[in-house]
């Protein structure tokens, strides 16, 4: 495996199947070829570590399934603001639904964060990151600025006042604790955009995805070749015995998973 900085030349390649999108294997890549997985570094972290006591590591780990994620909001937010699409027009609400790590390990919600971010900020004026309901940073694109909400008060206060505003905002919902289905004054009933990013366990957002007609984006947990370029990463500037070392006992791990 070879470390490449900057984006990939070769992206990877989708296709729509029984309204979702999935990987499309068959595509023959003319050229380089596709990442095996990316890396987002920030010196100053994510959210989601800032909000945890926990020592987690500053990169956002992105294969093939969490880019899919991705792409499966990206259309929806391409739709919403299509001037074909008329004023009627309103995002999807999605919950996603993956593996142990995916939302946490994995950082769907930082890479959902990151690529709003770089979305049209004419359009999409506002990102609201939220963690259970009792903590939240939200980025106004517009004034460039981020906003902390320390408790459920203040997040309930900062959603008054966007919605007294007008604007669109999408709203990032990582879910705190397990079996915690997200709080009712996050319902976007406004008509912004919405993804849930739960615990392991999804039989408690059967209900909620009812009501708000929340459509399941089924995300694959990262395999072997993943998870060996994540090892590979971590290990980079130890000496070959150690990155050995490590993998084997990575190795090990999956086995018993």
């Not at 609400?93 to 990151?114: C, E, N």
């Not at 709003?116 to 903590?135: N, P």
């Not at 289905?181 to 912004?192: D, I, V």
Request: proline share 5%; glycine share 8%.
């Amino acid at each position: 495996m070879e470390v490449h900085e900057g984006r990939p030349e070769q992206s990877w390649s989708y296709r729509e199947a029984d309204d979702a999108i999935e990987e499309n294997d068959a595509v023959q890549q003319i050229g380089a070829a596709p990442p095996v997985l990316m890396v987002l570094a920030s010196e100053k972290g994510w959210p989601y570590s800032w909000h945890t006591i926990q020592d987690l590591p500053e990169d956002v780990f992105v294969n093939c399934e969490v880019d899919r994620a991705w792409r499966t909001v990206k259309g929806d937010v391409t739709a919403w603001f299509s001037p074909h699409g008329g004023t009627d027009c309103k995002p999807e609400r999605r919950v996603l639904i993956g593996t142990p790590g995916i939302g946490k390990s994995m950082a769907a919600g930082s890479y959902l964060l990151y690529q709003l971010l770089h979305c049209d900020a004419k359009k999409l004026q506002v990102v609201f990151h939220c963690f259970g309901g009792g903590a939240a940073y939200v980025s106004d694109k517009t004034t460039r600025a981020v906003t902390r909400c320390s408790d459920e008060d203040m997040c309930v206060s900062e959603l008054r006042s966007l919605r007294g505003h007008g604007g669109n905002v999408y709203i990032i919902y990582d879910v705190a604790k397990e079996g915690t289905p997200p709080l009712g004054h996050f319902a976007p009933t406004s008509g912004w955009g919405m993804i849930v990013v739960p615990f392991l366990k999804v039989t408690n957002y059967d209900e909620w995805a009812k009501q708000l007609q929340a459509a399941r984006v089924i995300v694959n947990c990262p395999d072997e070749v993943d998870m060996k370029a994540m090892c590979a990463w971590m290990t980079r500037d130890e000496t070959k015995e150690k990155q050995a070392e490590c993998w084997k006992e990575v190795k090990k791990h999956i086995y018993l998973l």
